[in-house]
Nanobody, 123 residues
Framework: QVQLVESGGGLVQAGGSLRLSCAAS????????MGWFRQAPGKQRELVAT???????NYADSVKGRFTISRDNAKNTVYLQMNSLKPEDTAVYYC?????????????????WGQGTQVTVSS
């Protein structure tokens, strides 16, 4: 089991910045990668950014150059620095932990999610 606690959302004007944090606890060693997803009203949840244990990163095209994902392994925490925010970035942001466990019976993958944090960007 992995528990994720997010913080850092809020209301900001267009062009502003926010930093989201996601603290992981529990079976940390099973985490293969972590990331941020978001879901706007009436839309499907979409990937924002991911980071692997070796700090390899991946970003959605819509946030490249504006958002930066990073991790502090000592604190078991992942961050999402969001700059130059736009109204279309408004959404609930969810932290994700993708776990991978190798067992004699096979490899098992499972995704854990945080409770979500609201980010609202006003124009």
């Amino acid at each position: 089991q992995v528990q994720l606690v997010e913080s850092g959302g809020g209301l900001v004007q267009a062009g502003g910045s926010l930093r989201l944090s996601c603290a992981a606890s529990g079976s940390i060693s099973s985490i293969n990668a972590m990331g941020w997803f978001r879901q706007a009203p009436g839309k499907q949840r979409e990937l924002v950014a991911t980071i692997t244990g070796r700090s390899s990163t991946n970003y959605a095209d819509s946030v490249k150059g504006r958002f930066t994902i990073s991790r502090d392994n000592a604190k078991n925490t992942v961050y999402l620095q969001m700059n130059s925010l736009k109204p279309e970035d408004t959404a609930v942001y969810y932290c994700n932990a993708h776990t991978l466990v190798a067992a004699p019976t096979g490899r098992y993958e499972y995704d854990y999610w945080g409770q979500g944090t609201q980010v609202t960007v006003s124009s």
